[in-house]
């Protein structure tokens, strides 16, 4: 039986008038098409929409980590933390997925620097407060964990507007190669034969230790457990790499292409009968491993690849700002320096942080003005909701990752890490009481002050106070100084307790300890 398909009345249509032919498909079964596209549009914007609504509903709370600057605790401890906090991780089923918009939550790890005073912030669903607590205690026993309200209202609303009396400078930050490529993490900040570990959180608090009145800096972490699925694509890069038969699952479009490949040798088998030009399969997978001829740079790729998939995962969003007063903003002293201090996690053979391009703030050519305030808006937008679902796509990262991004400063990190010459401006200890307390004087224009006027550094309430570099010790990173700025309830903020000399005499024993005669 034949079967013919007579096109000449489309031909025809197409012809003379589209419009006809465009009714014609469409009244001939054509609309079912439209429908059903119509009803997959519907489905996926109530989906968002859904989704967004789920997420506005999880009660959220901020809290300040002040982690005493005697730390003495490895990095290995903030891998821990990390592995610690994946346990939030949940499998919603279809019908919370696709009908409730049930999503992963996530977390918020972020270091905020408000006129070079510098706080690390956990934002974290109430309903996982105790495990974040739990997870950093057992880490960490004598930090001090305060609830505090949100910084970010100090963002002006206006910002974006190109009359705002502040600037912005924004981005998010996505990976040069895929995610299965890890980056330069803290294990290879040590030298193998002094053992002297150069901790790349020092470079970061140098620059935000910098900012003067007028300034804020904040790195915003979004991280979220995933799953192995993303691996299979890593596994996928380890076999090319060396030279292996990939086992990783296909889609259904590979396994088309496979199935016609095998239909046509077997066609070839049978009928030209080229059998003993044909290789047998058994002899091709004998010899599929090629990696005893690796470069050792290609052995060191594929193991830090091997490594990383091996690991807890976590799917992150990486965003950064600068905000300052237009009279104040510097792009040299808060972009290209924090942009320099983020490069050193960067490497050409492995993975790379780059400005992802779509939301930078920075655009070039036509109608600049108008393209950086509508990415200056969204920016500030997605930032305040922490949102993970906005913006540029998440890459994943993992524990190892992470503890190297965000970890709390270790003993011998300094700020300012190099001493200075006496010469130049000293910078004040972050435990000198100032007056900034009620985040109203962020944004207050920093005055000049000639060179031939004393360093002298004023008070509030005590009086005036002057240090040089010399004198610095380090950062004091436990002080109390946002919580009071930001706490919701003041009486949770812990009082500071200054470690006793070994001058101070030693307690009496209690009267009931058990004593031999």
């Known amino acids: 039986m034949e079967i013919t398909i007579d096109l000449s009345r489309l031909v025809f249509l197409s012809s003379n008038n589209p419009a006809q032919l465009i009714w014609y498909i469409f009244s001939h079964g054509g609309w079912l ?17 859904q989704r967004k609504k789920y997420v506005k509903s999880v009660e959220q709370t901020l809290l300040a980590i002040d982690i005493p600057k005697d730390n003495e605790q490895s990095l ?94 924004a981005t998010e930050f996505t990976l040069a190669k895929n995610s299965a490529y890890p980056i330069k993490t803290y294990k290879f900040f040590e030298h193998q034969l002094s053992q002297l570990f150069i901790d790349p959180m020092s470079a970061l608090l140098e620059v935000m230790s910098k900012l003067g009145k007028g300034e804020q800096l904040a790195i915003q972490l979004l991280i979220a457990p995933v799953g192995d699925h993303w691996k299979d694509k890593g596994h996928e890069i380890v076999a090319h790499l060396i030279g292996e038969k990939s086992d990783a699952p296909k889609n259904l479009g590979d396994k088309i292409v496979d199935s016609s490949v095998k239909g046509l040798e077997k066609f070839s088998e049978a009928v030209i009968k080229l059998w003993g030009d044909i290789k ?24 830090r690849i091997q490594a990383k998939l091996a690991q807890i995962t976590f799917a992150s969003k990486f965003r950064l700002y600068y905000l300052a007063h237009n009279e104040v903003f510097s792009k040299g ?50 930032f305040k909701m922490r949102s993970l679902m906005d913006g540029a796509t998440p890459f994943m990262l993992c524990t190892e990752e992470l503890a190297t991004l965000y970890h709390f400063p270790t003993i011998t990190v300094k700020a300012p890490l190099i001493k200075k010459a006496e010469a130049k401006r000293a910078e004040p200890p972050t435990a000198l009481p100032v ?41 004091d990173f ?40």
Request: glycine share 4%; aromatic share 14%.
């Open 280 to 303: 047998d399969e058994s002899q091709e997978d004998s010899a599929k491993n090629y990696i005893q001829y690796l470069t050792p740079g290609e052995r060191f790729v594929v193991e």
């Open 435 to 475: 007056e900034f307390m009620s985040g109203k004087n962020f944004f207050t224009p920093k005055e000049e002050k000639s060179a031939e006027q004393p360093q002298e550094i004023e008070t509030v309430g005590t009086e005036p106070t002057y240090k040089i570099a010399e004198s610095l010790s380090g950062y």
């Open 76 to 169: 290995i401890a903030v891998e821990q933390i990390f592995a610690s906090l994946a346990g939030i991780k949940s499998g919603p089923n279809l019908w919370e997925k696709y009908w409730l918009g049930k999503v992963q939550l996530w977390f918020s790890l972020e270091i905020i620097s408000l006129e070079g005073y510098i706080q690390f912030l956990i934002r974290t669903p109430v309903i996982y407060r105790d495990l974040v607590e739990s997870a950093l205690y057992a880490q960490y026993p004598e930090a001090e964990i305060t609830e505090v309200n949100d910084y970010i209202k100090l963002i002006p609303d206006d910002v974006h507007e190109i009359s705002s009396e502040h600037n912005i400078w």
């Open 33 to 49: 098409i439209f429908v059903i596209g119509l009803l997959i549009l519907i489905f996926y914007v109530r989906l968002i929409w």
């Open 333 to 382: 002293k808060g972009v290209n320096a924090i942009l320099g201090a983020i490069n050193q996690f960067n490497t050409s053979d492995l993975n790379a942080f780059k400005k992802n391009k779509r939301t930078v703030t920075d655009v070039d050519y036509f109608f600049v003005k108008s393209r950086v305030s509508k990415r200056q808006r969204k920016f500030v937008k997605y």
């Open 478 to 517: 436990d002080n109390n100084y946002f919580e009071e700025a930001f706490a919701k309830d003041e009486s949770s903020i812990k009082p500071r307790q200054d470690t006793p000399s070994s001058s101070d005499s030693a307690p009496e024993p209690p009267d009931n300890l058990p004593l031999s005669r």
